[in-house]
């Protein structure tokens, strides 16, 4: 397991306490009713919006690991005809496209993309 595995998460910047824990993910803890965040409401809107967002982060995750694999494929191929790993001007470009499109939060999301999809030697 990696140290990260282990690490305890960061806080959120604006919730500094943990706040709304499932209290029944811990054995021998309350049912889940109990588990509810306090002073939060959860109309349905909430609710409905939450599962979107669950769905949508599914798909991100599962196009992630579907550009993990291509990359994978991309260097193995360069690889084989005797290139290096990486291709830095092209992660230039994609950090580019990504800024384009996002601003500077895009050139975080763009290196942590790389990361994922540089491989591991
Ligand atoms: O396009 C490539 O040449 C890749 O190897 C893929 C990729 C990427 O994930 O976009 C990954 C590593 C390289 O440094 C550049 C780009």
């Given at each position: 397991?990696?140290?990260?595995?282990?690490?305890?998460?960061?806080?959120?910047?604006?919730?500094?306490?943990?706040?709304?824990?499932?209290?029944?993910?811990?054995?021998?803890?309350?049912?889940?009713?109990?588990?509810?965040?306090?002073?939060?409401?959860?109309?349905?809107g909430?609710?409905t919006?939450r599962?979107?967002?669950?769905?949508?982060?599914?798909?991100?995750?599962?196009?992630?690991?579907?550009?993990?694999?291509?990359?994978?494929?991309?260097?193995?191929?360069?690889?084989?005809?005797?290139?290096?790993?990486?291709?830095?001007?092209?992660?230039?470009?994609i950090?580019?496209?990504?800024?384009?499109?996002?601003?500077?939060?895009?050139?975080?999301?763009a290196?942590?993309?790389?990361?994922?999809?540089?491989?591991?030697?």
């Amino acid at each position: 397991m990696t140290p990260s595995a282990t690490a305890t998460p960061a806080a959120h910047p604006e919730h500094p306490e943990p706040v709304g824990l499932d209290a029944s993910a811990v054995p021998g803890a309350a049912p889940a009713e109990a588990a509810e965040p306090v002073g939060q409401p959860t109309p349905a809107g909430v609710r409905t919006g939450r599962a979107q967002i669950d769905d949508l982060d599914a798909r991100i995750l599962a196009l992630i690991a579907e550009r993990v694999h291509t990359a994978a494929t991309i260097q193995a191929a360069r690889i084989a005809e005797g290139g290096r790993r990486l291709d830095l001007k092209r992660e230039t470009e994609i950090i580019a496209r990504y800024r384009e499109a996002l601003g500077r939060p895009g050139v975080t999301v763009a290196m942590a993309v790389l990361e994922l999809c540089r491989g591991r030697v």
